[in-house]
């Protein structure tokens, strides 16, 4: 009687938001806000994944012939975990309430009791109600999805038909539809760092305050979404099910881009303030949206391209790794940039512990390019038979792998977009070869010759590297890099 007395709402006049907030303000569950999150940021990647252009297909032209399997396992795992936070969003007595109910309308009610039955949960008067209702539905598809994923082929129409039963269940919820929301939720979407808080606040003009509120909060959330990406896990569907998480940082990064250059430019123009004013924020604003555009295509594009059909754990692993390290990195170096712009004094490292700033960034990669062309030179060595050779030709492509791997994990976020299709071409290159190719005469010499040709673009990076102004007069650290070269070795 206690729990029923606290879960009780009066609905009144107030809406589907106010009632829904109400009850969960009063819900005794441990962790509700962090399952809420995460259950609508799973809402929310369903109905984009089912849009093709959020996934990183590289074929999109022949969409219509692909083998949709892999996407609909992707789907199902999603469903299931929906399932499961939906399921802890209930109190124990509701829960068991529904199990009941679900075994009355399964095995004993007679067809006009579960007319009734199903009207009821319908109506969705209590925000409970909607619980019930997508739990059901989604426990309906997870059945019969798993059916259909015994077809051995999946087509192009029963994955964008199973997207639009799923998003028309999702956008029927009352309560637990996400795109029916606020755009920001107070419960979760706060700016909470003191010293950017602060930045903010002491804005003067109300209009370009709450344009950089919209693009920081914006900014904060997909860095929340990236929190749910782990690729330490060692299960290759898990990694792919990341997919879902990136399809709907694709739609949202997509989307905020067209507000800083389309609503938020216009705005800042309608703010009232000196010309001075408006071309600094507007420039600082273009320059956001240029670099989370670009890095995201970079990831889209070449990173993340046909994930879902590699099989590889370890390539997996690199290639979930690689993308969460270049969009955190991008959406940290934007909050950052902002920041800066409203109070220089604003360390990065306050805002984000582990935040890297530009000119450590450009020293790392310079350095790392620095080691990787010398590793370079050291297989040529080995290839032509030099007997100061450092590395036996047996080792040669583990040694490249090794480095290939340090590269991703550390360096490979700060490659500019267009260089980075010529690293990940060379590094896929590289990855697809077995020791016994390089006893192949045809094989061996198109090795030789890649690898001369991927050293000579890397010595021409180097150099542009060593142009950009925040390196000036900053020589490379020769002996620490020689020192981690000798490790691959």
Avoid at 197 to 222: D, E, G, H, M, Q
Avoid at 301 to 328: H, T
Avoid at 358 to 382: C, T
Avoid at 414 to 425: A, G, H, L, P, Q
Wanted: glycine residues 2%; proline residues 3%; hydrophobic residues 45%.
């Amino acid at each position: 009687m206690e729990g029923k007395k606290i879960l009780q709402v009066d609905t009144g006049s107030e809406n589907s938001y106010q009632l829904r907030e109400k009850w969960l303000e009063v819900l005794p569950l441990e962790d509700k806000d962090a399952k809420l999150f995460e259950l609508e940021m799973l809402l929310r990647g369903m109905d984009r994944f089912f849009n093709v252009r959020n996934l990183p297909i590289a074929d999109l032209e022949n969409v219509v012939l692909r083998n949709f399997h892999n996407e609909m396992k992707v789907v199902v795992m999603g469903i299931d975990r929906c399932i499961l936070l939906l399921k802890s969003l209930l109190p124990p007595e509701d829960a068991n309430v529904f199990n009941f109910q679900m075994y009355l309308e399964n095995s004993l009610l007679i067809d006009y009791a579960r007319d009734k039955f199903i009207l009821n949960n319908l109506r969705q008067t209590h925000p409970r109600e909607s619980l019930y209702l997508m739990l059901l539905a989604f426990i309906n598809f997870s059945v019969i999805l798993k059916a259909l994923l015994n077809l051995k082929h999946i087509s192009y129409m029963a994955f964008h038909h199973t997207g639009q039963i799923v998003s028309r269940e999702i956008a029927i919820n009352r309560f637990f539809n996400p795109m029916e929301m606020p755009a920001f939720s107070p419960r979760y979407d706060k700016i909470t760092i003191p010293e950017l808080k602060k930045a903010v606040a002491r804005i003067k003009n109300s209009k370009v305050r709450s344009t950089y509120s919209i693009i920081i909060l914006a900014l904060l959330r997909s860095l929340r979404y990236l929190e749910h990406v782990n690729p330490d896990v060692n299960s290759k569907d898990h990694l792919r099910f990341y997919t879902l998480i990136f399809s709907l940082l694709r739609s949202e990064i997509e989307s905020l881009v067209k507000f800083i250059e389309g609503e938020g430019a216009r705005r800042i123009k309608e703010a009232g303030i000196s010309e001075d004013e408006r071309t600094e924020h507007l420039e600082r604003f273009d320059s956001v949206a240029f670099q989370i555009d670009i890095e995201s295509k970079k990831v889209y594009r070449q990173v993340l391209r046909d994930i879902l059909e590699v099989s590889s754990l370890n390539r997996l692993r690199s290639m979930v790794e690689s993308a969460k390290g270049i969009l955190r990195n991008i959406l940290e170096q934007s909050v950052v940039l902002l920041a800066h712009g409203l109070d220089e004094n604003i360390d990065g490292r306050v805002i984000f512990p582990d935040f890297i700033p530009r000119f450590e960034q450009s020293v790392r990669l310079r350095e790392d390019i620095f080691i990787f062309i010398k590793i370079l030179e050291a297989v040529e060595r080995s290839l032509d038979g030099a007997k100061d050779a450092e590395i036996p030709r047996r080792r040669i492509l583990s040694v490249i792998n090794d480095y290939i791997s340090y590269f991703m994990n550390l360096s490979f976020n700060y490659v500019r977009y267009s260089d980075s299709e010529e690293f990940i071409d060379f590094f896929n290159y590289v990855s697809s070869l077995k020791k016994s190719d390089l006893e192949e005469k045809r094989k061996f010499n198109e090795f030789r010759f890649k690898v001369h040709v991927f050293k000579t673009f890397l010595e021409t990076t180097l150099g542009l590297i060593n142009n950009r102004a925040e390196l000036s007069g900053v020589p490379i650290d020769q002996e620490h890099a020689m020192e981690i070269y000798r490790q691959f070795l």
